[in-house]
């Protein structure tokens, strides 16, 4: 893979960059010489993978949760596994991912392409995904404006895209791999010279405002952010389905514990803990999902744009 592309994703993508807007992007230093050294650290972590004696730790990166009081979901957390419960919130998934590799925590929830991560970093199994109108996936879409002369993933050779931010799924993942896909983008070009800008904008909704103010030519988003009467957009192309967000816990934990997490986190789907539920997470429901069927589509992306994890 072209230098850039490597440490583009590999960089942002995967070691949790900041969620900044209108970011540009820049080449960054190949870091693949530094796995080993990664490697070598977390064989000094002593037990990485077992539960704490006296309590379970869920992490949750903060723009992943609406409510920072936590109380009311430890306590939920605490009395249907019977076993008390501490909720953390960090700064960014970087931070989610030590302290499930080092087992500082057991239980996480992540967005779709975090959790590949964790899976591969710190042994993370799926227990509950988050579903919107009962579905558990979402879309990925390349947006430009209605009255754009682009007609296909192919215009956007020399013009000015934009991604979300960089550990998005819907927003970065899956638009790139789908630039792959269509052969606008190769694994030995340097974007800088196929698009007159590549940018991250830091949301969705930043993303859609510069298209309007033409900052951009054309963005990518999620498709639980298309403004569904806006006349003056247009979808380009669809990508997906791209696995919404989940709960996980630590694949080699006591499969009874196990057993009693996964029956909390599914029981949270519940009617009578919808409060609880939109207070923490919004409207969202929750549903059970096997590992192949979760991120079957996820690792297809993942292989497009030959993205590698550092184990």
């Known amino acids: 893979m072209h230098q850039f592309i490597y440490a583009l994703?590999?960089?942002?993508?995967l070691m949790g960059c900041e969620k900044k807007g209108d970011t540009p992007v820049v080449p960054l230093t190949n870091q693949a010489t530094q796995t080993g050294a990664q490697t070598a650290a977390q064989a000094d972590i002593p037990d990485p993978h077992a539960a704490m004696d006296d309590k379970l730790v869920m992490v949750v990166e903060r723009n992943m949760i609406l409510d920072r009081d936590v109380a009311p979901l430890e306590a939920y957390l605490s009395g249907a596994i019977g076993k008390k419960v501490i909720v953390e919130v960090v700064p960014a998934d970087e931070q989610v991912i030590e302290a499930l590799r080092k087992g500082e925590a057991q239980m996480s929830y992540t967005a779709a392409?975090?959790?590949?991560?964790?899976?591969?970093?710190a042994d993370m199994e799926v227990e509950a995904v988050a579903t919107v109108a009962e579905t558990a996936e979402t879309d990925s879409l390349w947006v430009v404006l209605a009255k754009a002369p682009i007609k296909s993933l192919a215009n956007l050779k020399g013009k000015k895209i934009a991604f979300t931010?960089?550990?998005?799924?819907?927003?970065?993942?899956?638009?790139?791999?789908?630039?792959?896909?269509?052969?606008?983008?190769?694994?030995?070009?340097?974007?800088?010279?196929?698009?007159?800008?590549?940018?991250?904008?830091g949301s969705d909704t930043a993303a859609l405002e510069g298209l309007?103010?033409?900052?951009?030519?054309?963005?990518?988003?999620?498709?639980?952010?298309?403004?569904?009467?806006?006349?003056?957009?247009?979808?380009?192309?669809?990508?997906?389905?791209?696995?919404?967000?989940?709960?996980?816990?630590?694949?080699?934990?006591?499969p009874e514990l196990k057993s009693k997490i996964s029956a909390a986190?599914?029981?949270?789907?519940?009617?009578?803990?919808?409060?609880?539920?939109?207070?923490?997470?919004?409207?969202?429901?929750?549903?059970?999902?096997?590992?192949?069927e979760y991120t079957q589509a996820l690792q297809k992306a993942i292989d497009v744009v030959d993205a590698e994890y550092p184990l």
């Open 9 to 13: 994703v590999f960089s942002l993508a």
């Open 113 to 121: 392409w975090t959790f590949m991560i964790a899976h591969q970093r």
């Open 165 to 201: 931010y960089a550990s998005s799924a819907e927003g970065f993942l899956f638009p790139l791999a789908s630039l792959m896909e269509a052969k606008v983008l190769s694994p030995d070009d340097d974007p800088e010279k196929v698009f007159a800008l590549v940018a991250f904008a």
């Open 212 to 254: 309007r103010a033409k900052k951009y030519d054309a963005v990518a988003i999620s498709g639980d952010a298309w403004p569904k009467e806006a006349k003056d957009l247009r979808i380009l192309s669809k990508q997906g389905p791209v696995p919404r967000a989940a709960f996980a816990s630590k694949s080699t934990l006591d």
């Open 265 to 292: 986190l599914l029981g949270m789907g519940a009617a009578e803990n919808d409060e609880l539920r939109t207070k923490f997470f919004g409207k969202v429901g929750l549903t059970a999902k096997a590992h192949y």
